[in-house]
C-alpha cells in the first residue's frame, strides 16, 4: 500500500470521527472540536494529493494553510457566539438553546 493510499485514509478516519462526533456531542464546544478535526482531515487530504504532482506541493500547502487559517477564523467567531449563548441562556448544551427563545 502506497503511502499516499495510508495519508488519504487517515484523512478520512479523521473525517468520520469528526463527523461522527459532531452528530453525537451534546454541547456546542464539543461540536467546535469535531469541525476543527474534519478540517484537519481535509488539510491532510490536501497535502497528501499534492504530492502526487511535485510541482504542485507547494500549492498543497498553501492550500493546507489557507484552510488552517480559515478554520481559525472560524473558531474564534464560534467561541464568541458559545460566551454569548452562554452568557444568555446560562448552558452550552445544544438542548437548552435548541429553540433560540429567551
Known amino acids: 500500500m502506497s503511502p499516499l493510499v495510508l495519508y488519504q485514509l487517515v484523512a478520512l478516519i479523521l473525517l468520520l470521527a469528526g463527523l461522527f462526533g459532531i452528530t453525537q456531542r451534546k454541547t456546542l464546544v464539543g461540536m ?13 487530504s490536501i497535502v497528501a494529493a499534492a504530492q502526487l504532482t511535485p510541482a504542485n506541493a507547494v500549492l498543497g500547502q498553501l492550500g493546507t494553510l489557507f484552510v488552517m487559517g480559515l478554520a481559525a477564523a472560524e473558531a474564534t467567531l464560534v467561541l464568541a457566539i458559545i460566551v454569548v449563548i452562554a452568557r444568555r441562556f446560562g448552558s452550552t448544551k445544544t438542548s437548552v438553546v435548541s429553540t433560540l427563545k429567551g
Open 32 to 44: 467546535l472540536i469535531c469541525v476543527e478535526l474534519m478540517l484537519n482531515g481535509a488539510g491532510l
